[in-house]
């Protein structure tokens, strides 16, 4: 016994410099990780490490938190290593750096734990500032331009999301279209459901969940009940989710819509080092094949290097402190572990002088069937490298454009303004949608609803406004209020684009070019003494004398060298005559020829003026043309001012019954100092901010004088009414024109240019797919002809309001006065050709065509010509007997008087009478005249 009690003292006596030996401690997270507890014990054993390990676990109780980081200091813990995500290792940080205890963090990511005040840190994990890199690299790959991000309210969604959403806003032509925010600990998940609502109506289909694996599954199952996972969209999870696949899985099994998911994950280098870790661990450990995993070979290298760190400094012992104390050889610790570099199952560890990992390398992963499998690996120095084919969601491999095309299953608020012709609201109280309204805006709206595949109903502003601001309260009002709001989703009246107005909503591309215009009733114009002139254009009138005088020209032609003519009967008689006198004076038969002397002269140059001349008023001259070509010329002739005529009659009146209207004022500044005419504007209209904000103050004065309305229904009606000038936008005040039958007038001329176009909040997501729309209207015209179909239905005038005729208008008529000339030149050809035939058959000799045709056209050179032998057409006489001749000189009187003679056989004769021979024609013809042949 005092052998014991001495034994006792002597211990109590020993310095206390004698050391414990140094223990490592892990702190595992009751709420569980992505490495379970088992796998991390069968871990631990398998390491084979000396030095001791003491093993707690910790609940989210902030209070816990303490109570397990002062039970490891008491055990006498000279390094911790937590498994416990960024939250859990942001506090244990600042308890253990208080102490200069070192903490070894295995998953822990956010970028905010290496911060300036923040020592004895080493994270093995790279930062999340770099996964936030990789998962820039990825979208600009597949170039995603716009994208959205889940996170969750903790530490490493938050962070990580702030990262991202940094990274993406300084690439320019990429951003981040919505950010979604949730409570992991919320089970009902309200947040996340009505951000995917918001996630559903927009056009982005690039989804990132940069959060904790809490909730994870519940959140894409959500989404594809609302259909966000089909084959267009694209969703990315980060690390913590790709850690533990297990979490995505329902009893075991894994869900057909998870497949195609892509994520990213800090790589583990399969190299030598590794490969002869796994078939080692494999063969130590029973059923084992599915534990390395996510971060368990992490933590494998995580108990190596904190081995290393202690073996190396054996001395250093382990604190024999409080929980208020710091270990003054914690700092040596750390230094050693910061500098201990080594080839690890995960590939390189090294670590920076403030204990961050470095030489980072990041996994691309796509989840098919149970696991994730890395298609591309991303270095911290070569950046993104694919390795394998990627297969997105529903088993696509064409990758999606990360935009949507069109707008299924959307259903939109349109906000309208009742204004003729772009939108005539129903009055059918039980109709509700746009569909039941009629307009040009309703027209677009509805082949874009065809197009997009997207629903709407209309929205009417309650104080039935455009829009404008208040200069008072600086406040919006009418439909831009209503998009400011978010009460609709688009405007689909037409809106006039303005500086001020593009500086709180944005606007589609134009649809329609418009202007700023003044309308007020017009006074009927004083008469134009040469009214009777413009039912036919100048050119025409032109048109009309040139017809006259070449028909004139050709009437006198044709009189002149017809067969049937009168010249071209005296030459044929000239050339035809045998002798000078033939019988005795006191014969009771007289030559023919002497009849034509008492014949009618027939149309002269005089003649066919005035023939021609009297149908310019459809009347007949006195004398007509007895050839068949010249009253061919004649009938061509009457028809073509026929049709003229009655086309003028028709055009004059429309001019007479036309009350061509005036305005009385010269420009719309005309109306200041003056009293005969009010004038008004909308209210909260572009007119009204732009005669405010106009840099001349003349326009402040129509603003000033200006009465103003409610609608532009009610201007009109004041100009209807009289003395009342409506300023307002052009497009509007030509449809009302139209509609009053001119009896309103513009005002000078437009002085203000603008485009109308469609209003959206801002940053809207459909304002690309409508833009892109509009743009394929106006370049196929669908616009301008829905345009021209309402301004054309508002128009009921008379159609007797017709305009001057001009030359291609009326262009057929003299088309048809052509023809006729046409066919009388050839009526007069084969005047001759009928004529010349008759006298060569009766003649019946042959080779005689060319004398015949040189008798009828040819004039008498010389009287010896009607004594030369000159054969008999047959066309003159007709011969009785050959053996009767006329007789020679001898048988001429004393007297030397000429005598006409003749065949003592008469020739039956025609009641058709020749045209007389001029009494200078000294003709004697041997035989009697076939007077029908003339």
């Given amino acids: 016994m005092y052998c014991s009690k001495l034994l ?58 303490v109570y397990v980081s002062c039970d490891m200091v008491k055990d006498g813990v000279s390094l911790v290593i937590t498994m416990g995500d960024s939250d859990d290792t942001d506090l244990f940080q600042q308890f253990y750096s208080h102490l200069h205890i070192p903490l070894i963090a295995v998953t822990a990511t956010s970028p905010t734990l290496h911060s300036d005040d923040v020592e004895f840190l080493v994270t093995m994990a790279p930062s999340d500032s770099i996964q936030a890199r990789v998962m ?82 519940s959140i894409l199952s959500e989404a594809n009940s609302m259909n966000l996972m089909g084959s ?162 529903n088993g696509t491999l064409d990758p999606p454009i990360g935009v949507a095309n069109n707008l299924k299953g959307t259903h939109l608020k349109i906000g309208v303004m009742d204004e003729l012709p772009f939108i005539e609201p129903s009055h059918n109280e039980t109709c509700n949608t746009g569909i039941c309204s009629q307009g040009l805006s309703i027209d677009i709206l509805n082949r874009m609803s065809s197009d997009l595949g997207f629903t709407y109903s209309v929205v009417f502003p309650p104080d039935g406004k455009y829009g404008a601001i208040d200069n008072k309260t600086g406040e919006w009002d009418g439909l831009i209020k209503m998009l400011i709001d978010g009460d609709v989703d688009l405007v689909g009246s037409p809106l006039a684009t303005s500086t001020q107005r593009k500086a709180v909503i944005d606007f589609s591309y134009p649809f329609m070019d418009s202007g700023i215009w003044a309308l007020m009733e017009g006074v009927t114009k004083h008469g134009d003494p040469l009214f009777y002139l413009q039912p036919y254009d100048t050119d025409v009138w032109v048109c009309i004398i040139v017809a006259f005088i070449v028909m004139t020209i050709l009437q006198c032609v044709f009189s002149r060298f017809s067969p049937y003519g009168l010249n071209a009967t005296r030459r044929y008689a000239e050339r035809t005559c045998k002798c000078e006198s033939c019988r005795k004076p006191d014969s009771s038969e007289s030559c023919l020829v002497e009849k034509l002397e008492s014949r009618d002269p ?25 050839s068949p070509s010249g009253r061919c010329l004649l009938f061509s002739w009457w028809f073509f001012m026929l049709l003229i005529i009655t086309l003028y009659t028709a055009n004059l009146t429309a001019f007479i019954t036309l009350n061509t209207q005036a305005a009385t004022i010269s420009s719309v500044l005309s109306l200041l100092g003056q009293n005969k005419y009010q004038w008004g504007i909308v ?115 008379p159609t007797n309001t017709s305009l001057t005729l001009d030359v291609f208008s009326i262009a057929g008529i003299f088309y048809t006065l052509a023809f006729g000339v046409a066919i009388a030149l050839l009526c007069f050809v084969l005047e001759y ?51 009767e001749q006329c007789s020679t000189a001898n048988e001429q009187d004393t007297s030397n008087q000429t005598q006409p003679c003749v065949s003592s056989r008469s020739v039956n004769e025609t009641s058709l009478s020749p045209p007389a021979l001029p009494p200078n024609v000294a003709s004697c013809l041997p035989f009697r005249f076939d007077e029908s042949t003339f």
Avoid at 835 to 840: K, L, P, R, S
Wanted: hydrophobic fraction near 40%; include cysteine.
């Fill in 136 to 217: 820039l690299d990825l979208l600009k790959n597949y170039s995603w331009k716009e994208v959205t991000i889940i996170a969750s309210e903790d530490k490493y969604g938050i962070y990580g999301m702030l990262a991202l959403q940094d990274l993406i806003g300084n690439e320019p032509g990429y951003s981040v279209k919505e950010i979604l925010l949730y409570d992991p600990h919320d089970d009902e998940l309200q947040g996340i459901n009505e951000g995917l609502n918001s996630l559903k109506r927009s056009l982005c289909r690039v989804v990132i969940v940069f959060s904790s694996v809490r909730r994870i599954k």
């Fill in 683 to 797: 209210g909260s209209s572009n007119t009204e901010t732009f005669l405010g904000n106009n840099a001349n103050t003349d326009y402040h004065g129509l603003l000033r004088g200006a009465i103003i309305l409610d609608t532009d229904e009610e201007g009109i009606e004041m100009v209807q009414n009289g003395s009342f000038v409506f300023i307002h936008d052009y497009p509007m005040l030509q449809y009302y024109k139209d509609s009053s039958c001119n009896k309103m007038v513009f005002v000078g001329t437009s002085f203000q240019q603008m485009e109308w176009a469609f209003g959206f909040p801002n940053g809207s997501p459909y304002k690309q797919l409508v833009d892109t729309l509009l743009l394929k209207y106006r370049e196929e015209g669908y616009i301008d002809s829905l345009w021209t179909k309402y301004k054309s239905n508002s128009n009921s005038c």
């Fill in 602 to 626: 027939g149309l002269n140059a005089v003649e066919s003026v005035w023939t021609v001349g009297t149908g310019l008023v459809a009347q007949t001259g006195d004398i007509l043309p007895l």
């Fill in 8 to 65: 006792f003292i002597l211990l109590l006596c020993l310095p206390s410099s004698i050391t414990a030996q140094p223990k490592i401690g892990i702190l595992y997270p009751h709420h569980g990780s992505s490495v379970s507890y088992e796998v991390l014990e069968s871990l631990v054993d398998f390491s084979n490490i000396t030095t001791p390990v003491v093993w707690m676990n910790y609940t989210r109780d902030i209070r816990d938190y």
């Fill in 833 to 883: 050709v009928w004529v010349v035939m008759g006298d060569v058959r009766k003649v019946k000799e042959k080779g005689r065509v060319l004398d015949a045709l040189k008798n009828r056209i040819i004039p008498k050179k010389s009287n010896n010509d009607l004594v030369e032998g000159v054969d008999l057409p047959v066309s003159v006489i007709q011969l009785q007997s050959t053996s």
């Fill in 232 to 393: 267009e969209f694209v969703w990315i999870v980060s690390d913590d989710t790709v850690a533990k696949p297990q979490v995505l899985s329902d009893n075991g099994s894994y869900l057909s819509y998870l497949d195609g998911l892509l994520g990213t994950v800090p790589s583990i280098t399969k190299g030598p080092v590794y490969n002869q870790f796994r078939d080692s661990y494999t063969l130590s450990v029973p059923n084992s094949a599915n534990h390395l995993i996510g971060y368990a070979p992490l933590f494998y290298d995580t108990l190596t290097l904190a081995e290393k760190a202690i073996t190396q400094n054996q001395d250093l012992g382990s604190p024999n402190i409080t929980c208020t104390e710091a270990w003054i050889n914690g700092q040596q610790l750390f230094d050693e572990l910061v500098n201990i570099s080594f080839e690890g199952v995960t590939g390189n560890i090294s670590f920076s002088a403030d204990g961050e990992k470095v030489h980072s390398t990041y996994d691309i992963v796509n989840f098919i069937s149970v696991n994730f499998f890395t298609v591309a690996v991303w270095h911290v120095t070569s950046g993104l490298t694919i390795a394998g084919n990627v297969i997105f969601l």
